[in-house]
């Protein structure tokens, strides 16, 4: 059995994603075939570039539905810098677009009194426990690249966050459905330990760390 | 804290990681793949290759390049050097690689960085500045921007050019002062300061490392986000650990 699958809807740079997980010893592919997504363990949601133009490319796949109905049956998800804000309910970019809404909140844009957008690496800091973040130091750092952040509803959501203006969601968990604002396939041993931890924690005891 | 980035440069030509010597012949200098090992466990926050290859088979070359390098390096990836479409552009994030570079190309059709930057996002597309100091300038702080490798003048304006590629959607602009590259001199701060005083992206200053303290500086006066240093990790006169521990001293924020 495929221990995870990476759903391929067109965008991003999903070679790296595989091959960060082949390194951390876990089983991925990439894969847009519904059957496979079906059977897979877990299931990762990359994303990169405009919001809108993913959420639209994951339905033309029609792969949508198959993501809500797996997350409904207790598959693990996660997703990574826009396929997490696509986690959210609805993002400010352009003007509005909808998201998942598998974890309340919304999306929303940096000041542009920053550099917009973030890149770099920069620390998480820890606000929670989660399996996700096992043998994962508090102020770690990775790399991220995003002109967006998650605004998560209720706090306890936010495992980790990171300060950029303000502190903001970097890490963020709601029972099966995780996210990464950041890319772990670009973090060194630090993001593949995070992919490790995704395609290894139980599910139902999250609390295991 | 967001921390100030480190960039090792690899020149490449087919395939292969090239130094030049004088400004002349090309020395060999091995596989990119080991290399890229080498920074990436060095400390290095990103690796930049710059494609000089002039073959016809040039695109699959350097897409077969990135593909067994991000098979191995965890960390981004830039690729610069005669990318023209946004072709180039999608088969090289897909053979692993997270940044593209732009540069003559973005000026003999600015488009092109509009086009890149709402398929893909802007972050994924850097515009190359290569700037000289025009000397016929009364007060000398106006730049010339230069294309082809710096071979051709234009009559564009640095600083200028600069805020308008950003308002194409470029996310991150490279900036090398032509004036200091290989002079080992440090980098020409009055250029920094005054592109970064103007755009809100990124900047990463290129061209003129020599000494620890042109790091501090470019940083500190210049406003730079990231520093771009070929020659000077290469030839291994410092380690990126060295530079970076340098700056840590000095309270700049380094990974």
């Known amino acids: ?209 | 804290m967001l921390a100030k980035r480190i960039i090792p440069c690899l020149d490449i030509d087919k395939g292969r990681v090239v130094k030049g010597i004088k400004f002349e012949s090309l020395i060999d200098a091995g596989d990119p793949v080991a290399q890229g090992k080498r920074y990436d466990a060095e400390g290095a926050d990103e690796l930049t290759f710059l494609d000089i290859t002039a073959s016809s088979d040039k695109r699959a070359i350097v897409a077969d390049l990135v593909r067994r390098v991000a098979d191995e390096v965890f960390i981004p990836l830039t690729v610069g050097g005669g990318i023209n479409s946004v072709e180039d552009v999608r088969a090289l994030l897909r053979a692993g690689c997270d940044k593209t570079s732009i540069n003559t190309n973005a000026i003999k059709r600015p488009e092109l960085v509009t086009e890149a930057a709402e398929i893909f996002g802007s972050q994924c597309v850097v515009v190359a500045i290569d700037a000289r100091r025009d000397m016929n300038d009364k007060d000398g702080l106006r730049w010339n921007v230069f294309t082809h490798g710096g071979r051709n003048k234009t009559e564009l304006d640095a600083v200028e050019w600069a805020e308008r590629v950003v308002e194409l959607g470029a996310g991150e602009v490279l900036l090398t002062s032509m004036d200091r590259d290989g002079t080992r001199d440090g980098y020409d701060i009055e250029l920094l300061k005054a592109v970064t005083s103007r755009v809100n992206v990124p900047v990463i200053a290129s061209g003129g490392a020599g000494k620890l303290e042109h790091f501090f500086d470019a940083f500190v006066a210049g406003g730079a986000s990231a520093v771009l240093a070929a020659s000077l990790f290469h030839f291994g006169e410092y380690k990126i650990a060295d530079v970076k521990n340098y700056l840590r001293g000095r309270g700049v924020m380094v990974r």
Request: glycine content about 8%; charged content about 25%.
């Open chain 1, 1 to 209: 059995m495929i221990q995870v699958a990476i759903i391929d809807y067109g965008v991003g740079n999903l070679r790296s994603v595989e091959k960060a997980f082949a390194a951390s010893g876990v089983d991925a592919i990439v894969t847009s075939d519904e059957a496979v997504l079906r059977a897979a363990e877990r299931l990762v949601l990359p994303g990169v570039g405009a919001f809108a133009a993913c959420m639209n490319a994951l339905k033309e796949h029609n792969l949508e539905d198959l993501v809500r109905e797996r997350v409904a049956d207790g598959v693990p998800l996660l997703g990574v810098c826009v396929g997490m804000q696509m986690l959210f309910d609805e993002s400010d970019e352009f003007g509005g677009a909808q998201g998942l809404g598998l974890i309340a909140g919304k999306v929303k844009r940096f000041d542009d009194r920053l550099h917009v957008p973030q890149i770099g690496w920069n620390q998480i800091h820890l606000r929670g426990e989660h399996a996700l973040l096992k043998d994962t130091p508090d102020d770690s750092f990775f790399y991220f690249v995003h002109s967006y952040f998650c605004a998560p509803e209720h706090q306890e959501d936010a495992l980790a966050v990171t300060e950029y203006g303000e502190n903001y969601a970097s890490i963020v968990a709601r029972e099966n459905v995780c996210g990464v604002q950041f890319h772990p396939e670009k973090s060194q041993a630090a993001g593949l330990k995070i992919l490790k931890n995704f395609a290894e924690m139980d599910v139902h005891r999250t609390d295991v760390l």
